[in-house]
């Protein structure tokens, strides 16, 4: 490389630096604080972290967080995956309507969807309307306020996760192994089970993690369906610090939230470079 | 194509069935809300006795959802030139530079979508907290920058790797300056991208409920932070109104994407 080039490339690392003092003032500075804040406040040490271990209500509530992130990974997989499935095998054109409607539900506002569910999901909604009138109930489901609307309003918000990448695996595998089984006899649920399953294994780890870390972390949905007997984690940080002004213990639970997240993330980041 | 779906016999059917299932289960809600927005009772039967614009007309009428609706669209356009700016300029840097550090300089400009956004919304809040930005329109605009920018340096990286910059070396040797270079070669090539990372950074501030939530004051409440806080105490049919509209937003950028997508790939094969 000549001189001139070098210096242009220097030119040219220099443009992140606006974007770089802006991240690290307002968000790498502010995280690191807050962190710090589990161990200073109200002083040195970890106490912060034995309340939050030996306490049942957040015992409890990490427990819950884990529970609702599994269930719902399992059910965006169950739901997403023959759909992933069916979308690799349809003609382009209504690959394109599909996919359509999965992007735009997925940029779709999210306060908006959880509303809509809320709506949906109450004791008086629709649903338990219809349900009422074709007989299969005698009284309004408690589907909302519980843990039973959280994993409904997460699986809806979490299926085009799961569904983007899920047919990206899929899409790259190689049909003739799928055509040579057929051709051997084996029925779809065989095909299913000794060949499509077994490779797409991967892809499907990769999303199952994916969404299991959102999960998580997730607030907006888990704290409107969600009932106040059955918080989640990132509910308990915000009414930790907004309502009972308890930084230190609102800063370890985040630590907590933040060393689940980063460490599933760096799991999901091998299992796609495996991939490739 | 894994397999022809004839070879699946029956089984095909389950497949489309379930297809059906769960593109009514993604659209139905979003589709309900809307109907229910121009419904005309209070407690949002369905379906609705009749039907009324009322609920529009308090959305557009009533100061505190106006003046919400306003600061949103405000801080929506501000926070979405001020993340093409800044995410452009580091994508620039990240696919042109060779420095070392750049894997990790990437890992840094994503690393706010994968922090859990309360995390970034709590820290958020305890600095402004001690600098005295809570409540003001700086300190939303700061808030909802922080979730847009990893936005805009994706989808201007990506466009630009696939930009050869040997055009901008030809408009240089045709006497083209920097400026003009850039402006007449580079910027037209990457249109596509910077498109995709205004629409996405416009949709990631409109919708943005959790930064915002705590950025808040009583005075200064954005769209979203106002149906939030009505949510708490009731369902009121304007808070659908008001989802109608952040929806409609956000179907309206993505179809412009869509075409715009499209028209690309057109292009490209002409």
């Known amino acids: 490389m000549n001189a001139a080039a070098t210096s242009g490339t220097f030119r040219e690392a220099r443009a992140a630096w606006p974007a770089i003092a802006f991240l690290f003032v307002f968000f790498a500075l502010p995280v690191g604080a807050l962190m710090l804040r589990s161990v200073t406040d109200p002083q040195w040490g970890l106490q912060n972290f034995s309340d939050l271990l030996a306490t049942g209500t957040y015992a409890r509530v990490l427990f819950n967080t884990f529970l609702v992130a599994a269930v719902v990974t399992l059910m965006s997989l169950l739901i997403g995956y023959p759909l992933a499935w069916l979308l690799v095998m349809l003609p382009a054109r209504w690959q394109q309507v599909l996919l359509a409607i999965l992007l735009m539900s997925m940029w779709t506002s999210l306060l908006a969807r959880t509303y809509a569910w809320l709506v949906l999901l109450q004791k008086t909604g629709v649903i338990n309307r219809i349900l009422l009138s074709v007989g299969v109930i005698d009284a309004p489901l408690p589907l909302v306020n519980n843990l039973t609307g959280v994993v409904i309003g997460m699986t809806y918000i979490m299926l085009p996760f799961v569904v983007l990448p899920l047919r990206a695996t899929l899409a790259t595998l190689d049909p003739a192994l799928m055509h040579a089984g057929a051709v051997c006899g084996a029925s779809p649920w065989r095909l299913f089970r000794s060949v499509l399953l077994p490779l797409s294994l991967p892809g499907i780890g990769a999303a199952g993690l994916m969404v299991f870390v959102m999960s998580l972390g997730y607030y907006v949905t888990p704290a409107l369906l969600g009932g106040t007997g059955n918080m989640m984690l990132a509910e308990l940080i915000a009414q930790t610090v907004q309502s009972f002004l308890n930084w230190g213990l609102g800063a370890a639970a985040a630590l907590v939230l933040l060393c689940a997240t980063l460490a599933l993330y760096a799991l999901h980041m091998r299992y796609l470079d495996e991939d490739a | ?270």
């Open chain 2, 1 to 270: 194509m894994i397999l022809t779906r004839n070879r699946l016999g029956l089984f095909r059917f389950v497949l489309y069935g379930h297809a059906v299932l769960v593109m009514a289960f993604l659209l139905l809600p979003i589709i309900f809300i809307a109907l229910l927005s121009f419904g005309s009772s209070r407690w949002m039967m369905f379906p609705p006795p009749e039907w009324t614009l009322r609920w529009y007309e308090e959305l557009a009428t009533d100061p505190r959802w106006a003046e919400a609706m306003w600061l949103s669209l405000r801080l929506a356009l501000i926070v979405t030139v001020l993340s093409v700016l800044l995410g452009g300029a580091a994508a620039f840097a990240l696919v042109r530079g060779r420095f070392a550090g750049r894997r990790v300089l990437k890992a840094f400009f994503v690393a706010p979508m994968i922090v859990p956004v309360v995390i970034v919304a709590i820290a958020l809040y305890a600095f402004s907290l001690k600098v005295g930005l809570n409540g003001t329109f700086a300190g939303f605009v700061a808030g909802h920058l922080i979730i847009a920018v990893p936005f805009s340096v994706i989808c201007i990286s990506n466009s630009l790797r696939g930009f050869d910059p040997a055009l901008e070396q030809a408009a240089a040797i045709c006497g083209a300056g920097r400026l003009e270079t850039l402006r007449r070669v580079t910027i037209p090539s990457i249109a596509p991208g910077l498109l995709a990372a205004a629409v996405f950074s416009f949709l990631a501030s409109w919708d943005e409920v959790v930064v915002s939530i705590f950025m808040a004051s009583p005075q200064l409440q954005t769209l979203p932070v106002r149906m939030w806080t009505s949510l708490r105490s009731d369902l009121t049919p304007v808070i659908a109104a008001a989802s109608t509209l952040l929806v409609l937003a956000s179907l309206i950028l993505m179809a412009l994407l869509g075409l715009s997508a499209t028209r690309a790939g057109r292009s490209k094969m002409q």
